[in-house]
């Protein structure tokens, strides 16, 4: 963080793992579509004016979460999309490349191996495996807070397919008066749920951070059936700095790192 001001360290943390081509999860060598196409999605939005920025479903741009940075403060819109999305990437100097590298082009080979033409083809219908990922930051100082977003989406997910990620309000969202939240999990789901727009509003009504990410996946869990086929993570941050986080199912780690000094606690599903 230092001498930097909180977005970019939201937005440099995410590109640093965007480029490690060994992190699976996100950017350069993340795990593809069922096309065997890495499409990336990812959003950035400002607590202190609610300013915001997404890019989905684009492929070839790394890191795409400084292309949605880039939409928020060089065009009018929040979100641009697929190949137009790119085409403005190039105009803003990103370089296309090819994001596939010989392990995630192994590993879909492999997923691709036990499918038939029919069921590999947009594999439209199929029922997700626990293949999804994200890196989710929420960043306070001071009061102000931003959060962040990025994802591959679900890997072997149908071409165009856009989950909670880089949805305001799904995925993330961000506002000084009351705090931040963040989502990871089951697009689909989430998404529905407004997971992230709703823990800050439960805090805004006077909830903590833990009581407002537990009601979020209780109401989930009640709510939505496939809520619980995968996790459905949504976690948030106070501006008083308390935090807290929830999952509909399995385990989550969430990382705190505070004053340079980093810890991770373990989250068990609230159907358990
Ligand atoms: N939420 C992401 C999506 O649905 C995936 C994940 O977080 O695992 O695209």
Known sequence: MQG???????????????LDPSFLAIGLGALPNSDGEVELDAAIMDGRDLSAGAACAVRNI???ISLARKVKEKTPHVMLAGDQAKRFAIEQGFEPRNLMTAENIRRYDEWRAGRT??????????????????VTLLGLEDGHTVAGCSTSGIAWKAPGRVG???IVGAGLYADD????????????????????????????GGKSPQEACEAV???????????????????????????????TTAEFP??????????????KGLDG
């Open 4 to 18: 930097k001001d909180l977005l970019s360290c939201v937005e440099q943390g995410l590109a640093a793992c965007e």
């Open 62 to 64: 790394v890191p795409v």
């Open 117 to 134: 033409e029919k069921q590999y083809v947009h594999a439209a219908g199929e029922a997700y495996e626990h293949r999804g990922d994200t």
């Open 164 to 166: 909670d990620s880089p």
């Open 177 to 204: 008066e009351v705090g931040s939240a963040g989502a990871t999990g089951l697009g689909e789901e989430l998404w529905k749920a407004c997971a992230s727009f709703r823990a800050v509003e439960l805090m805004r």
């Open 217 to 247: 996946a209780r109401q989930m869990i009640r709510r939505q059936p496939a809520a619980s086929s995968m996790a459905c993570v949504v976690f948030a941050l106070a501006k008083n700095g308390e935090f807290g986080a929830a999952t």
């Open 254 to 267: 969430l990382w705190i790192c505070r004053d340079g000094r980093s810890e991770m606690r373990v989250y």
